[in-house]
């Protein structure tokens, strides 16, 4: 009997023409979201390497090592980046590391090219967030009392079909229909990626594979909540009339809305303000510094006017580097270790604005599918944390490197100093292939895949909760 | 007859359930985008004032003139409240170098990742996504919806003539649908006086665009919806045709214009440009060790040869060595402004070429974008609003021109005071006097370029809408009413 009213949804979706519209129109976007993200792709791996290469020429012509004090990184681009954008073209993309300072990232896609943030791109999360939600909706939502508008459903128990069988036929027929029939694009999309030259890694199948999982369980969602809503309402109008309202608040307003709230309860300190403050402790620094400098000069003269035997003179001369390079150490690590507690503060403030705002989206299965898929393709807030660990710890592999180039620190302006005015200078250009190079790497698959399990759990929990709903709803249904 | 038609077009909306739902949920969402514009309008403010204060107070504990770099944060405008546009994109903050070097960076969506995450929700996506949804979704049946019922058949057993009931089913849609949207438009401006947001006349001005903007643009939808309608016999079939021309009108066409664009027209990323720069720099920063190489060398030997100098008097020797020194600083100061200029006009030439290549994309990318009405709405409601890509071209330039007033003014205040290092100087330095100091002020485009620039959206949206009417005409003209 499941069977019989499972081929008969199958028949009656597939033969519509509410199908063959619907299904071209999702194999048309979703293609063109894997074709448009896989030129994404390319063009920002021919701008990456192209930035790299520019910021390594400023090099070319140096002969002195002690020139490469800092360094301009750039995110490396990831194919999952270009089809699941998530937050990468909002985050800034460059740094510069000079081994002392932490990394600062600045100059995200969208502020340097405002044209792509009017409209923002159609990358596949927006194509079954918005779009396939939809028409999940449009398939469903008169599945009960459409059949009642028709007499169908009347006709059908005339025959002794258990409720339950029926709804469960009805559901699975309804899904089956949408979601086998989207496997084809999604594979021609998957077929697009080998044909024009994207290699994926292990992890990142794995990763496509499970987003697609999300995508389909998402999909579950919008199509068991119309059954739901169908066998709550006499009327399909108005079980579309109200789908479409939950629509808009799932897909449009809670996500949005949450962090509005969010923002509202709990107050960040902007970014602009640590630097000022760090900027003013600088300044206080320069000016107790230049008294200091003139006392440690003054006390040199002095000692040299007192003995000027070459011996003395050069002790003297230890004496006063060494107290230089002290005064220095201490004025960054006080510095550092201000902004650093600054910065501590306001990005603990941060995690728990994120925390709340996700906390209160998570009630939008929308906001649960954004926060899976951009979990699983690497573009959460996840990548900003992590692209800034990655930057710092290639800062401080950087100043090992130019530690091992010139055999001093960077940011020691005497040694610097020193080195530039050497009388013997070097006539070599540097070799810049020995730079260290940058290159991003996502976090590994365990720890992404359990940062996105609890957003599939609530996916599945929502759909085992209309899934209940609706059979409910259904056992109580007048069929007159 | 019209007005008949009209009326009973009106009760018929206004009556149905389907309506209070719909208005409803318009009008908290209208009221909705408003208010968080306000509170984020007002978050910006107090942003802009917090950081403005510190930066003007670091300014103040200058102790030297060549330490003074204004930082200009983008001063907050009360349209963003009603279409953010790309101001959350664009940065908010530049410094004011010696160089002459200007850029906008640190964004508020850089900076404040989350809030980039679901995007904002302002009066302009309210209409573009929501308002047309609904439009559609009340005009959908308006002809075929009434053959189905048996009412159309009805109707024209009287002797109506077919123009006059689709004008009236028009124009009954469109008042029925956009007179309710008045009111809560109208307690959403009531919240901005409530609030206390500065608006000023051209503000209001702009608002009153923008509201009969987004009427225009819920018109075609409606007409949209009749024309469909018309065309089809059944209301299923056209609300299906709806959905999907307003998902490729709304959601799609927008997206693929620019996206196209970007594929075809290529632009050098910030990071070419920082480096073609930086290139640049180092070499006019060679040419200008040279010089003051050259300087210190000609004022040595000049030194040298007033000491040599038997015949002068000591007192002779200073006046001499104060000439020198004086003529050496101006010297140096001459080859510095020269660097600083050098490097401003490479650094302008530089910006004017890559904005020129991005301009070429964005008119690209915008010109496919606008097949779509709900392009032409955006596009036309953030040229209102101010909140378009022009935002940061007009700052930076803005930026530029005030960077080479403060930069005179600063040499000129350098001029004036002795920078000299003297280790044996055991004087604290003093503060400086900052009052002086030119201040910003970005100035807004005036209502005629304004207008000027969003004419040829309005007149897109204008003729998609005549054109949805003189098809509904004729379509039901043609329409087998039985």
């Not at chain 1, 800062?395 to 005497?414: H, M, Q, R, V």
Request: charged share 20%; hydrophobic share 45%.
């Amino acid at each position: 009997m499941f069977k019989l009213i499972l081929y008969k949804e199958l028949r009656e979706i597939i033969g519509s023409t509410k199908f063959a519209v619907t299904f071209g129109i999702c194999s048309i976007l979703i293609i063109l979201a894997f074709f448009s993200g896989i030129k994404n792709y390319q063009t920002g791996m021919e701008e990456y390497e192209a930035s790299k290469a520019a910021a390594l020429r400023q090099y070319e012509k140096e002969t002195e090592w002690t020139k490469v004090n800092s360094l301009q990184i750039f995110l490396t681009p990831e194919p999952l980046m270009s089809l699941i954008m998530g937050i990468s073209n909002d985050l800034g993309r460059t740094s510069y590391v000079n081994g002392r300072n932490k990394p600062e990232i600045y100059d995200s896609n969208y502020s340097q090219q405002p044209v792509f943030a009017v409209f923002r791109y159609l990358d596949l999360e927006f194509v079954f967030q918005v779009v396939l939600s939809l028409f999940a909706i449009l398939f469903a939502f008169d599945a009960i009392n459409g059949e009642k508008e028709r007499g169908t459903l009347r006709l059908s128990f005339v025959n002794s079909i258990p409720r339950a069988t029926y709804i469960l036929g009805k559901i699975t027929g309804s899904f089956l229909a949408l979601a086998l029939p989207l496997l084809i694009p999604i594979l021609i999309g998957i077929l697009l990626l080998p044909l024009m030259g994207i290699v994926l890694s292990a992890d990142e199948w794995i990763r496509l594979t499970f987003f697609i999982v999300c995508g389909l369980l998402y999909l579950g969602v919008f199509l068991t909540l119309s059954v739901f809503v169908s066998g709550l309402t006499q009327r399909s109008s108005s079980s579309f009339l109200f789908l479409l309202v939950i629509w808009v608040f799932s897909v449009l307003i809670v996500p949005r809305a949450s962090v509005i709230i969010a923002g509202n309860m709990i107050e960040v300190p902007s970014k602009e303000e640590i630097s000022i403050k760090v900027m003013k402790l600088q300044q206080q620094q320069s000016i107790e510094s230049e008294q200091k400098l003139k006392e440690l000069y003054r006390n040199y003269f002095q000692a040299l006017s007192k003995n000027s035997d070459p011996e003395a003179s050069a002790r003297e001369e230890k004496k006063l580097q060494e107290s230089l390079e002290k005064m220095l150490t201490e004025r960054t690590k006080k510095r550092e270790d201000f902004s650093s507690r600054l910065k501590e503060e306001r990005r603990n403030i941060q995690s728990g604005q994120e925390k709340l705002a996700f906390g209160i989206s998570r009630i939008s299965p929308t906001a649960v599918f954004s926060l899976a898929s951009t979990t699983l393709s690497g573009t959460s807030l996840e990548l900003r944390d992590h692209y800034q660990k990655t930057a710092e710890a290639f800062s401080s592999s950087f100043a090992d490197f130019y530690f091992e180039k010139t055999g001093f620190n960077i940011g020691n302006p005497l040694k610097i100093m020193l080195a530039m005015n050497k009388k013997e200078k070097s006539i070599t250009l540097i070799d810049t292939s020995e730079i260290p190079e940058f290159v991003y790497q996502a976090p590994e698959l365990s720890f992404i895949l359990k940062d996105a399990l609890p957003d599939t759990a609530i996916l599945i929990l929502f759909n085992f909760i209309f899934f209940a709903g609706a059979f409910v709803s259904f056992m109580r249904y007048d069929l007159r | 007859m019209i007005s008949t038609l009209i009326e009973k077009e009106l009760k018929s909306i206004l009556l149905s359930p389907k309506f209070i739902a719909v208005f409803s949920v318009c009008s908290i969402l209208i009221l909705l985008s408003i208010y968080i514009g306000i509170e984020d309008y007002r978050v910006s403010m107090a942003h802009y004032e917090v950081v403005t204060a510190q930066a003007d107070q670091q300014m103040q504990e200058e102790t030297s003139w060549q330490g003074v770099s204004p930082v200009i944060n983008r001063y907050p405008d009360p349209m963003q409240i009603f279409v953010a546009g790309v101001q959350n994109d664009i940065g908010r903050q530049a410094t004011i170098g010696s160089r002459g070097t200007i850029k906008l960076s640190r964004s508020h969506y850089s900076q404040n990742i989350l809030f980039a995450f679901f995007r904002s929700m302002d009066l302009m996506f309210i209409v573009k996504i929501v308002l047309s949804l609904f439009a559609i979704l009340f005009t959908y049946d308006a002809v075929n919806g009434e053959r189905e019922t048996g009412t159309l058949k009805l109707s024209f057993s009287n002797a109506v003539p077919r123009g006059s009931y689709i004008i009236a089913k028009l124009i009954g849609s469109w008042l029925g649908l956009v007179i309710p949207l008045v009111v809560p438009l109208l307690i959403g401006i009531a919240l901005v006086l409530v609030y206390r947001i500065p608006m000023t006349a051209l503000h209001w001005e702009k608002l009153g665009l923008l509201i009969g903007l987004s009427f225009l643009y819920f018109s075609f939808f409606i007409c949209l919806g009749v024309l469909m309608s018309s065309l089809t016999r059944q209301s299923s079939a056209a609300f299906l045709y709806l959905l999907v021309i307003w998902v490729a009108l709304v959601l799609i066409v927008p997206r693929s214009g620019v996206m196209m664009a970007g594929q075809f027209i290529s632009v050098p990323t910030s990071a070419e440009i920082s480096a073609r720069l930086a290139q640049k720099t180092d070499e006019f920063s060679a040419q200008y060790a040279k010089k003051i190489d050259e300087f210190s060398a000609e004022d040595t030997r000049k030194i040298r040869e007033i000491y040599s100098d038997k015949s002068l008097t000591k007192e002779e020797q200073k006046v001499k060595r104060d000439e020198l020194s004086e003529q050496y600083r101006k010297n140096i100061n001459e080859a510095r402004d020269e660097y600083n200029r050098k490097i401003a006009d490479y650094d302008k030439s530089l910006n004017e070429d890559w904005r020129n290549r991005k301009a070429v994309r964005e008119k690209y990318g915008f010109s496919i974008s606008r097949f779509s009405p709900a392009s032409a709405f955006q596009l036309a409601a953030m040229d209102l609003a101010e909140t378009n890509l022009k935002l940061k071209t007009s700052y930076e330039d803005q930026l530029r021109i005030y960077s080479d007033i403060f930069n005179k003014f600063r040499s000129g205040k350098e001029a004036e005071t002795d920078t000299s290092f003297d280790i044996m100087d055991d004087k604290k330095p003093e503060k400086l006097d900052v009052s002086d100091v030119p201040k910003f002020k970005y100035v807004n485009a005036d209502l005629g370029s304004v207008l000027q620039s969003t004419v040829l959206d309005m007149a897109i949206i204008a003729v998609f809408t005549i054109l949805a009417v003189a098809g509904s005409f004729v379509a039901f003209t043609r329409y087998d009413v039985r």
